[in-house]
């Protein structure tokens, strides 16, 4: 009786990732993320502005929307874990926090190529944005519950591989079936579905709702399926006062946790460039390469394939070897990635002059995308692993919140610092290169990270 019941759990849990992994692959990196600084583009061409200006400044504004979700995420985070571990209550926080992502989501809808509304558009891409960070804090603590120390490795991997599968059957439905490009039609050739108007581009812009929608019917095994784990902290009386109290004890313990402070200190520099890394990929190829958002799709489609394998054999490889060498591991190839990608233009490859018609650079980037949807896919899995090797058991959604907070404290980093080298420079590609400092420093901060936790020293 209690097997079926612990696998529906599993299931139920996994399906988060599923609902949510849209969200990541249509909005902030293959569809309308490239969509927004098309049409930001559009508005500043029109206005006079030079076009490669154009691109950076596109770029830049994207990139400040970023860093101000983050920092409110980063704000909050931490203090709502605090909250959720001393009233013992998940649940509630991921039902309304649901509702503000499904908000944020079917806004979307509202950008209209006429008068684009960048403000707004920022603001709902923001609640958005929160709404799904603030949900994985409280899914996050979850997992420890799910499997023993040496299980929840394969468990984390195979969520983050069944969430690209989501992921990739979404970005697919949208670029077949709705996404048009310039000619007004999808990638299989035909005017997107349901009579949306491809000159308004209704069909590109029907992605928030879209991912709302996946989103709600997703997330019903969860809410099914999943129970609030027991906890021994707080029971029902705990309330604010007391999660911030238990907060502040955690914090001023941090410098004496070691390891958990070293890695806390190293997730908030490789994930935050990681981050940089999906949000800006495509809104690189757009101005770099001229690619349109249905040719950033695919690009999306081969990262997701590879992305899912690699979170698979990641978490094997988790079971066998343990997270802090899978990470390692995908740092070097990341940053290997990002200093190639920089020497793909349409005119080079690696610094080899081609021909303006040459498929070189595009095929060069493709395999990059690979790459990173591997390596993505494998060191997100091996981080959430290692966050529950490095926590307290009774104090796991504070952990994630620190966790997220450690991800979103510098996650105002990457954008901004793309944002400002771009505006400095005026150069799209030169504005990419802080995130190979930021891996860099992750990698060196992970020597102080004992694999298999450490307690207060």
């Keep these: 009786m209690a097997e079926p019941t612990h696998k529906k759990r ?28 098309e049409q930001v583009i559009a508005t500043l061409t029109a206005g006079g502005m030079d076009g490669e200006m154009a691109k950076a400044e596109a770029q830049s504004i994207w990139g400040y929307g ?21 009233s013992g209550r998940r649940m509630p926080w991921i039902r309304a926090f649901s509702l503000i992502y499904v908000i944020g989501a079917f806004g979307l809808w509202l950008a209209t190529p006429t008068d684009f509304p960048t403000v707004l558009i920022l603001v709902l891409f ?20 799910l499997g023993t120390r ?36 999808t990638l299989i050739g035909i005017s997107p579905l349901f009579g949306f108007d491809a000159a308004t581009r209704e069909g590109t812009r029907f992605v928030g709702p879209f991912v709302a ?24 009386g705990g309330g604010f006062k007391q999660g911030l109290r238990d907060l502040g004890v955690t914090l001023k313990s941090l410098p004496a946790r070691k390891s958990l402070f070293a890695y806390l200190g190293s997730s908030m520099f490789y994930r935050d460039a990681l981050n940089g890394v999906y949000t800006f990929g495509g809104i690189y190829a757009l101005g770099a390469l001229g690619w349109s958002v249905v040719d950033v799709g695919v690009f999306g489609i081969l990262g997701l394939l590879t992305g899912t394998l690699f979170a698979y054999l990641g978490g094997v490889a988790d079971m066998r070897f343990g997270p802090k060498t899978v990470i390692v591991v995908c740092i070097m190839v990341l940053m290997a990635v990002c200093a190639s990608i920089l020497t793909i233009t349409r005119d080079g490859v690696f610094f080899i002059p081609v021909a303006a018609d040459s498929a070189l650079p595009d ?16 060191i997100q899995s091996a981080s959430r692993t290692m966050m529950v090797r490095q926590a307290d058991p009774e104090r796991m959604t504070e952990a994630f919140g620190l966790y997220a907070l450690s991800g ?24 990419i290169t802080p995130l190979i400092g930021l891996f860099l420093i992750g990698l060196i901060l992970l020597a102080w990270v004992n694999p298999e936790g450490a307690e207060v020293e």
């Excluded at 970023?66 to 001393?86: E, F, N, Y």
């Excluded at 989501?166 to 310039?182: P, Q, T």
């Excluded at 105002?412 to 799209?428: K, M």
């Design 363 to 378: 095929i060069a980037f493709y395999v990059c995308g690979g790459v990173i949807g591997a390596c993505g896919g494998a």
């Design 408 to 431: 979103k404290a510098t996650s105002f980093l990457a954008p901004a610092l793309i944002a400002v080298v771009s505006d400095v420079t005026n150069s799209q590609r030169l504005g």
């Design 66 to 86: 970023l860093s101000i979700a983050g920092l409110t995420i980063a704000l909050l985070a931490p203090v709502l874990g605090a909250v959720a571990d001393s």
């Design 126 to 145: 923001g609640l958005g944005m929160i709404g799904l960070e603030f949900t994985t804090i409280f899914t996050n603590a979850m997992l420890p519950d």
């Design 150 to 185: 040496e299980e929840i490795g394969k468990i984390s991997g195979n969520g983050w591989a069944w969430g690209y599968v989501g992921g990739l059957i979404a970005l697919v439905v949208m670029l077949l079936c709705f996404a048009e490009n310039a000619s007004g039609v």
């Design 213 to 236: 929608l996946w989103f709600i019917v997703s997330m019903i095994p969860f809410f099914l399926w999943v129970r609030e784990p027991k906890s021994g902290a707080g029971g029902h």
């Design 10 to 37: 599993i299931w139920g849990w996994m399906m988060y990732d599923w609902a949510t992994q849209p969200y990541h692959t249509l909005i902030i990196t293959f569809i309308f993320g490239p969509f927004f600084a």
